[in-house]
Protein backbone atom coordinates (compact mmCIF):
# COMPACT_ATOMS: atom_id res chain seq x y z
CA UNK A 1 0.00 0.00 0.00
CA UNK A 2 1.08 3.62 -0.68
CA UNK A 3 0.52 6.89 0.54
CA UNK A 4 1.18 10.26 -0.80
CA UNK A 5 2.39 13.02 1.62
CA UNK A 6 -0.93 14.83 1.30
CA UNK A 7 -2.95 11.53 2.50
CA UNK A 8 -1.05 11.48 5.21
CA UNK A 9 -0.97 15.24 6.06
CA UNK A 10 -5.12 15.23 5.39
CA UNK A 11 -5.10 12.08 8.80
CA UNK A 12 -3.22 13.68 11.03
CA UNK A 13 -3.96 17.10 10.23
CA UNK A 14 -0.63 18.31 9.25
CA UNK A 15 0.96 20.81 6.99
CA UNK A 16 3.42 20.21 4.06
CA UNK A 17 6.74 21.31 3.73
CA UNK A 18 7.95 20.18 0.50
CA UNK A 19 6.36 17.76 -2.09
CA UNK A 20 2.71 16.91 -1.60
CA UNK A 21 2.59 14.15 -4.11
CA UNK A 22 5.93 12.37 -2.74
CA UNK A 23 4.94 8.72 -1.87
CA UNK A 24 6.08 5.64 1.01
CA UNK A 25 5.17 2.53 1.12
CA UNK A 26 6.66 1.58 4.72
CA UNK A 27 8.12 3.17 7.65
CA UNK A 28 11.89 3.84 9.23
CA UNK A 29 13.74 4.88 11.61
CA UNK A 30 15.10 8.05 11.26
CA UNK A 31 18.88 6.83 11.34
CA UNK A 32 17.70 4.05 8.83
CA UNK A 33 15.42 6.09 6.48
CA UNK A 34 15.25 4.53 2.82
CA UNK A 35 13.40 6.25 -0.53
CA UNK A 36 9.67 5.43 0.00
CA UNK A 37 9.61 5.53 3.65
CA UNK A 38 8.29 8.05 6.47
CA UNK A 39 10.17 8.56 9.79
CA UNK A 40 9.71 10.94 12.66
CA UNK A 41 11.62 13.13 14.95
CA UNK A 42 10.17 13.38 18.48
CA UNK A 43 13.38 13.71 20.70
CA UNK A 44 15.84 16.33 20.11
CA UNK A 45 18.75 14.19 20.70
CA UNK A 46 18.27 12.52 16.86
CA UNK A 47 18.09 16.42 15.12
CA UNK A 48 21.59 15.70 13.28
CA UNK A 49 19.63 12.29 11.04
CA UNK A 50 17.20 14.42 9.65
CA UNK A 51 19.80 16.02 7.84
CA UNK A 52 21.28 13.09 6.57
CA UNK A 53 18.34 10.88 6.08
CA UNK A 54 16.81 9.56 3.24
CA UNK A 55 12.94 8.84 3.88
CA UNK A 56 10.89 10.27 1.99
CA UNK A 57 8.21 12.07 4.66
CA UNK A 58 9.54 12.79 7.97
CA UNK A 59 6.96 13.59 10.67
CA UNK A 60 8.07 16.82 12.60
CA UNK A 61 6.95 18.79 15.67
CA UNK A 62 5.24 22.31 14.73
CA UNK A 63 7.89 24.19 16.42
CA UNK A 64 10.82 22.31 15.01
CA UNK A 65 13.05 25.09 12.90
CA UNK A 66 15.73 22.96 10.90
CA UNK A 67 19.04 24.29 11.19
CA UNK A 68 19.64 23.74 7.64
CA UNK A 69 18.07 21.90 4.53
CA UNK A 70 16.38 18.75 4.53
CA UNK A 71 15.68 16.79 1.28
CA UNK A 72 12.44 14.83 2.64
CA UNK A 73 9.21 16.30 2.45
CA UNK A 74 8.17 16.87 6.48
CA UNK A 75 4.48 16.99 7.69
CA UNK A 76 4.43 19.15 10.62
CA UNK A 77 2.11 18.11 13.35
CA UNK A 78 1.20 19.06 17.14
CA UNK A 79 3.44 16.06 18.33
CA UNK A 80 4.86 13.57 15.76
CA UNK A 81 5.19 10.68 18.34
CA UNK A 82 1.33 10.98 18.75
CA UNK A 83 1.24 11.48 15.09
CA UNK A 84 3.28 8.43 14.20
CA UNK A 85 1.27 6.23 16.56
CA UNK A 86 -1.76 7.29 15.15
CA UNK A 87 -0.14 6.28 11.57
CA UNK A 88 0.71 3.06 12.65
CA UNK A 89 -2.93 2.62 13.84
CA UNK A 90 -4.29 3.87 10.35
CA UNK A 91 -1.74 1.47 8.51
CA UNK A 92 -2.54 -1.92 10.67
CA UNK A 93 -6.71 -1.24 10.21
CA UNK A 94 -5.65 -0.58 5.97
CA UNK A 95 -3.91 -4.07 6.31
CA UNK A 96 -6.90 -5.61 8.09
CA UNK A 97 -9.38 -4.81 5.77
CA UNK A 98 -7.94 -6.58 2.83
CA UNK A 99 -8.48 -9.68 5.14
CA UNK A 100 -12.37 -11.08 4.71
CA UNK A 101 -13.98 -14.22 4.08
CA UNK A 102 -13.65 -17.45 5.06
CA UNK A 103 -11.16 -20.06 4.21
CA UNK A 104 -10.85 -23.86 4.10
CA UNK A 105 -9.99 -26.32 5.47
CA UNK A 106 -11.71 -24.66 8.47
CA UNK A 107 -14.95 -25.40 10.87
CA UNK A 108 -17.76 -23.59 12.00
CA UNK A 109 -20.56 -24.86 14.23
CA UNK A 110 -23.21 -24.92 12.50
CA UNK A 111 -24.87 -23.41 16.11
CA UNK A 112 -22.35 -20.36 16.01
CA UNK A 113 -23.83 -17.12 14.98
CA UNK A 114 -21.09 -14.71 12.74
CA UNK A 115 -21.56 -11.26 12.18
CA UNK A 116 -20.76 -9.71 8.71
CA UNK A 117 -17.79 -8.97 7.40
CA UNK A 118 -15.27 -11.58 8.82
CA UNK A 119 -11.91 -13.26 8.54
CA UNK A 120 -11.80 -16.24 9.28
CA UNK A 121 -8.29 -18.17 8.55
CA UNK A 122 -7.42 -22.01 7.63
CA UNK A 123 -7.51 -24.36 10.11
CA UNK A 124 -9.28 -22.07 12.66
CA UNK A 125 -12.15 -23.87 14.65
CA UNK A 126 -15.16 -22.01 16.14
CA UNK A 127 -17.33 -24.10 18.89
CA UNK A 128 -20.84 -24.39 19.53
CA UNK A 129 -23.00 -21.85 20.59
CA UNK A 130 -20.24 -18.94 19.95
CA UNK A 131 -21.58 -15.25 19.09
CA UNK A 132 -19.33 -12.94 17.03
CA UNK A 133 -19.73 -9.77 16.58
CA UNK A 134 -19.02 -8.12 12.74
CA UNK A 135 -15.11 -7.18 11.08
CA UNK A 136 -14.01 -9.67 13.60
CA UNK A 137 -10.31 -10.97 12.15
CA UNK A 138 -9.52 -14.54 13.44
CA UNK A 139 -6.40 -16.00 11.92
CA UNK A 140 -4.85 -19.51 11.16
CA UNK A 141 -4.93 -21.64 13.88
CA UNK A 142 -7.21 -20.10 16.39
CA UNK A 143 -9.72 -22.12 18.74
CA UNK A 144 -12.49 -20.72 20.06
CA UNK A 145 -14.36 -22.68 22.38
CA UNK A 146 -18.18 -23.58 22.83
CA UNK A 147 -20.17 -20.15 24.04
CA UNK A 148 -17.32 -17.50 23.47
CA UNK A 149 -19.15 -14.31 22.91
CA UNK A 150 -16.62 -11.79 20.95
CA UNK A 151 -17.94 -7.90 20.24
CA UNK A 152 -16.90 -6.11 16.73
CA UNK A 153 -13.91 -5.51 15.45
CA UNK A 154 -11.51 -7.43 17.66
CA UNK A 155 -8.00 -9.59 15.98
CA UNK A 156 -7.39 -12.97 16.92
CA UNK A 157 -3.54 -13.83 15.99
CA UNK A 158 -2.66 -16.77 14.57
CA UNK A 159 -3.01 -20.25 17.46
CA UNK A 160 -4.07 -17.95 20.44
CA UNK A 161 -6.83 -20.54 22.05
CA UNK A 162 -10.23 -19.11 23.81
CA UNK A 163 -11.22 -21.71 26.08
CA UNK A 164 -15.20 -22.10 26.55
CA UNK A 165 -17.41 -19.63 28.28
CA UNK A 166 -14.73 -16.43 27.75
CA UNK A 167 -16.84 -13.15 26.95
CA UNK A 168 -14.83 -10.62 24.80
CA UNK A 169 -15.46 -7.42 24.07
CA UNK A 170 -14.88 -4.87 21.08
CA UNK A 171 -11.61 -3.93 19.75
CA UNK A 172 -9.54 -6.41 21.68
CA UNK A 173 -6.28 -7.62 20.44
CA UNK A 174 -5.36 -11.36 21.44
CA UNK A 175 -1.86 -12.15 20.08
CA UNK A 176 -0.20 -15.49 18.79
CA UNK A 177 0.09 -17.98 21.79
CA UNK A 178 -2.14 -16.42 24.10
CA UNK A 179 -4.44 -18.73 26.12
CA UNK A 180 -7.50 -17.32 27.43
CA UNK A 181 -9.63 -19.16 30.13
CA UNK A 182 -7.38 -21.92 30.94
CA UNK A 183 -7.74 -23.84 34.31
CA UNK A 184 -6.58 -21.66 37.47
CA UNK A 185 -4.01 -23.79 39.58
CA UNK A 186 -6.52 -25.04 42.20
CA UNK A 187 -5.38 -28.27 43.70
CA UNK A 188 -6.45 -29.44 47.34
CA UNK A 189 -3.71 -31.82 49.26
CA UNK A 190 -4.63 -35.26 50.28
CA UNK A 191 -3.85 -37.33 53.30
CA UNK A 192 -1.56 -39.46 51.60
CA UNK A 193 0.34 -36.30 50.04
CA UNK A 194 -1.45 -36.50 46.77
CA UNK A 195 -3.15 -33.75 45.40
CA UNK A 196 -6.74 -33.59 44.25
CA UNK A 197 -7.88 -31.33 41.15
CA UNK A 198 -10.47 -28.64 42.17
CA UNK A 199 -12.45 -28.26 39.14
CA UNK A 200 -12.39 -24.61 37.70
CA UNK A 201 -15.81 -23.87 36.50
CA UNK A 202 -15.92 -20.02 36.03
CA UNK A 203 -14.97 -18.06 33.01
CA UNK A 204 -12.99 -14.49 31.76
CA UNK A 205 -14.34 -11.39 31.04
CA UNK A 206 -12.31 -9.18 28.50
CA UNK A 207 -13.89 -5.60 28.10
CA UNK A 208 -13.60 -3.14 25.26
CA UNK A 209 -10.00 -2.35 23.97
CA UNK A 210 -8.26 -4.92 25.66
CA UNK A 211 -4.91 -5.72 24.47
CA UNK A 212 -3.24 -9.28 25.43
CA UNK A 213 0.22 -10.37 24.02
CA UNK A 214 1.75 -13.14 22.77
CA UNK A 215 2.21 -16.42 25.25
CA UNK A 216 0.41 -14.52 28.12
CA UNK A 217 -2.02 -16.51 30.24
CA UNK A 218 -5.89 -15.37 31.72
CA UNK A 219 -6.87 -18.04 34.24
CA UNK A 220 -10.57 -19.02 34.69
CA UNK A 221 -12.64 -18.04 37.71
CA UNK A 222 -12.34 -21.51 40.01
CA UNK A 223 -16.37 -19.85 40.71
CA UNK A 224 -17.40 -16.56 39.09
CA UNK A 225 -14.92 -14.95 36.68
CA UNK A 226 -11.41 -13.15 36.01
CA UNK A 227 -12.11 -9.83 34.50
CA UNK A 228 -10.06 -7.51 32.46
CA UNK A 229 -11.22 -4.31 32.66
CA UNK A 230 -11.87 -1.92 29.11
CA UNK A 231 -8.56 -0.39 28.02
CA UNK A 232 -5.73 -2.80 29.65
CA UNK A 233 -2.86 -3.53 27.67
CA UNK A 234 -0.82 -6.77 28.66
CA UNK A 235 2.59 -7.61 27.55
CA UNK A 236 4.11 -10.34 26.07
CA UNK A 237 4.80 -13.62 29.00
CA UNK A 238 2.07 -12.34 31.74
CA UNK A 239 0.41 -14.73 33.57
CA UNK A 240 -2.99 -13.81 35.61
CA UNK A 241 -4.19 -16.24 37.84
CA UNK A 242 -7.95 -17.43 38.60
CA UNK A 243 -10.32 -15.00 39.97
CA UNK A 244 -8.26 -11.71 39.58
CA UNK A 245 -9.55 -8.48 38.46
CA UNK A 246 -7.62 -5.42 36.31
CA UNK A 247 -8.93 -2.49 36.27
CA UNK A 248 -9.81 0.34 33.69
CA UNK A 249 -6.11 1.12 31.56
CA UNK A 250 -3.65 -0.75 33.84
CA UNK A 251 -0.63 -1.67 31.87
CA UNK A 252 1.69 -4.40 32.39
CA UNK A 253 4.93 -5.22 31.01
CA UNK A 254 6.47 -8.81 29.95
CA UNK A 255 6.59 -11.70 32.74
CA UNK A 256 4.56 -10.27 35.25
CA UNK A 257 2.71 -12.61 37.65
CA UNK A 258 -0.43 -12.39 39.89
CA UNK A 259 -1.76 -14.96 41.97
CA UNK A 260 -5.08 -15.41 42.47
CA UNK A 261 -7.75 -13.51 43.84
CA UNK A 262 -5.72 -10.41 43.70
CA UNK A 263 -7.67 -7.03 42.29
CA UNK A 264 -5.45 -3.93 40.39
CA UNK A 265 -6.96 -0.51 40.47
CA UNK A 266 -7.03 1.68 37.59
CA UNK A 267 -4.89 3.44 35.72
CA UNK A 268 -1.87 1.23 37.03
CA UNK A 269 1.59 0.88 35.66
CA UNK A 270 3.55 -2.58 36.42
CA UNK A 271 7.30 -3.02 35.06
CA UNK A 272 8.62 -6.40 33.96
CA UNK A 273 8.89 -9.18 36.18
CA UNK A 274 6.65 -7.80 39.16
CA UNK A 275 5.28 -10.41 41.21
CA UNK A 276 2.22 -10.52 43.55
CA UNK A 277 1.17 -12.45 46.21
CA UNK A 278 -2.32 -13.68 46.01
CA UNK A 279 -5.57 -11.90 47.31
CA UNK A 280 -4.13 -8.32 47.58
CA UNK A 281 -6.18 -5.38 46.92
CA UNK A 282 -3.71 -2.78 44.61
CA UNK A 283 -5.22 0.89 44.45
CA UNK A 284 -5.51 2.74 41.19
CA UNK A 285 -2.82 4.89 40.02
CA UNK A 286 -0.02 2.55 41.61
CA UNK A 287 3.56 2.47 39.76
CA UNK A 288 5.50 -0.81 40.81
CA UNK A 289 9.03 -0.82 39.73
CA UNK A 290 10.63 -3.84 37.96
CA UNK A 291 11.20 -7.15 39.46
CA UNK A 292 9.48 -5.78 42.51
CA UNK A 293 7.77 -8.50 44.71
CA UNK A 294 4.16 -7.53 46.36
CA UNK A 295 3.12 -9.26 49.25
CA UNK A 296 1.14 -6.81 50.81
CA UNK A 297 -1.75 -4.89 49.99
CA UNK A 298 -0.88 -0.79 48.19
CA UNK A 299 -2.67 1.90 48.73
CA UNK A 300 -3.87 3.86 46.29
CA UNK A 301 -1.54 6.86 44.08
CA UNK A 302 1.97 5.14 45.32
CA UNK A 303 4.92 4.00 43.73
CA UNK A 304 6.66 0.98 44.88
CA UNK A 305 9.98 -0.89 44.08
CA UNK A 306 11.83 -3.76 45.54
CA UNK A 307 11.36 -7.60 47.00
CA UNK A 308 9.36 -7.08 49.28
CA UNK A 309 8.45 -3.93 47.94
CA UNK A 310 8.48 -0.61 49.69
CA UNK A 311 7.81 3.37 48.70
CA UNK A 312 10.25 4.14 46.42
CA UNK A 313 12.13 6.43 48.47
CA UNK A 314 13.05 4.00 50.76
CA UNK A 315 13.80 1.47 48.31
CA UNK A 316 16.09 4.11 46.78
CA UNK A 317 17.59 5.06 50.57
CA UNK A 318 17.94 1.04 50.97
CA UNK A 319 20.11 0.66 47.97
CA UNK A 320 22.28 3.42 48.04
CA UNK A 321 23.12 1.94 51.50
CA UNK A 322 23.96 -1.36 49.98
CA UNK A 323 26.39 -0.15 47.41
CA UNK A 324 28.16 1.44 50.28
CA UNK A 325 28.23 -1.63 52.67
CA UNK A 326 31.68 -2.89 51.50
CA UNK A 327 33.30 0.43 52.26
CA UNK A 328 31.28 0.58 55.41
CA UNK A 329 32.49 -2.67 56.39
CA UNK A 330 36.36 -1.60 55.78
CA UNK A 331 36.04 1.23 58.07
CA UNK A 332 34.22 -0.81 60.62
CA UNK A 333 37.46 -3.52 60.77
CA UNK A 334 39.30 -0.25 60.53
CA UNK A 335 38.56 0.99 63.54
CA UNK A 336 38.08 -1.80 65.22
CA UNK A 337 42.00 -2.62 64.41
CA UNK A 338 42.69 1.08 65.68
CA UNK A 339 40.41 0.34 69.16
CA UNK A 340 42.90 -2.80 69.90
CA UNK A 341 46.02 -0.48 69.34
CA UNK A 342 44.32 2.28 71.88
CA UNK A 343 43.80 -0.87 74.23
CA UNK A 344 47.08 -2.03 74.26
CA UNK A 345 49.11 1.43 75.25
CA UNK A 346 46.46 1.76 78.09
Known amino acids: MEFSASDIAALLKGEIDGDKNV ?3 NVSKIEEG ?8 ANPKYENFIYESKASIILV ?25 RLLEYYVQAKNLIKTGIEQPSYIDQTA ?19 IGNNVKIYPQVYIGDNVVIGDESIFYSGCKIYSDTKIGNRCIIHSGAVIGSDGFGFAPQDDGSY ?66 TKVGKNCKFAGQVGLAGHLIIGDN ?7 GVSKSVAGDQIVLGSPAI ?23 QLQKEIKELKKGE
Request: net charge positive; aromatic share 6%; proline share 2%.
Open 23 to 25: KVS
Open 34 to 41: EKGTLAFL
Open 61 to 85: NKSFVPRKKINATLIKVEDAYKAFA
Open 113 to 131: IVGENIYLGAFAYIGKNVK
Open 196 to 261: KKIEQIGNVILEDDVDIGANTTIDCGTMGSTIIRKGVKLDNLIQIAHNCEIGDNTVMAGLVGLAGS
Open 286 to 292: VQIGAQS
Open 311 to 333: PVKDALKMYTILRNLPKLRDEVI
